[in-house]
């Protein structure tokens, strides 16, 4: 029960969060990192370690789970930028899809059978119905929502041929940060809605581009489902119980239920910086959906986890402190390749 966990992905934005949490329980934790995209600084309890090197290293990953027996793997190592899986779909593939197989074969060696994936709702593509339930059909339309698909089709294989339990937790929009603004959202290139229309609101960008605005939503602008990042940390820690308590495979959603257009964000974030958002309003981003909204019931039902945040201003104020409260700049800048 106290076996320690493998975090992958650990100093990333939604892993940073999770770990906190997981620590905070408890629970004795290993981050494996490779810092491209994440933050050391982001791993802020002492206790937890943090291994930088790269989920693919078999011989890296099979030495850790010698040294301490993993009860259970999550795993959030991937890339995802949408955009870039288009132009670079290799990168994403490699990363993504081959790079957690080495994981997988260190799980089998060493008999670890419990693993929490961080998957998405890309995987659903283009939905046929809303809301967007787990038995929606999954026709991811890029690379990047190909490639975390692939691996869920992984984990259930391995689970038929070795028992491998697995929670593919496909997320919704991630936003807000801790609520002490001590660890946050830092992405470079920072391309999501929320950090982009507060850098607008502060002269960071010179503007907002709102992309499309002849959506059939009722304000012509997209429609999501933002969830709070520590809501996602929480789903993290039920799915682990879940499967440690010997519970089946799961897949679920992980959203509030609530969608919010791009000019509700915009209103939303006017009134919480008592900034005016400058905006441009552009053309249609490519393989933007008009509406992705969960239901996420079946996550209430299997693992008695929902969103304790529903209100997008619980979402973008801590967002808001982060960056331009005192914790600004915690973070060092750095240039990933
Ligand atoms: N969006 C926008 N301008 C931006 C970034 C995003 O209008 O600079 C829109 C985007 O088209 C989508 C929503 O905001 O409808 C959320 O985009 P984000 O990139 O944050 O997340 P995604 O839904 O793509 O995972």
Redesign the pocket.
Known sequence: MNAPILVTGGAGYIGSHTVRLLAAQGRPIVVLDNLVYGHAQAIIDPQVELVVGDVGDSGLVRSLFAQHRFGAVVHFAAYAY?GESVTNPLKYYRNNTAEPLELLLAMQEFGCQVFVFSSTCATYGVPDTLPITESNSQCPISPYGRSKLMLEWVLADCGHAWGLRSACLRYF?ASGCSADGLIGEDHDPE???IP?VLMAATGAIDH?????TDYPTPDGT?I?DYIHVEDLADAHARALDHLAAGGASVSCNLGTGVGVS?KEIISAAEAITGQPVPVHYGPR?AG?PAM?VADPALAMRLLGWQAVRKDIREMIHPAWLWMHGPAHGRYPKKNPQ
């Open positions: 949408v929009n391309t999501h809605l982009r907002l581009e709102v992309f499309g997209c999501r791009v981003r933007d992705l």
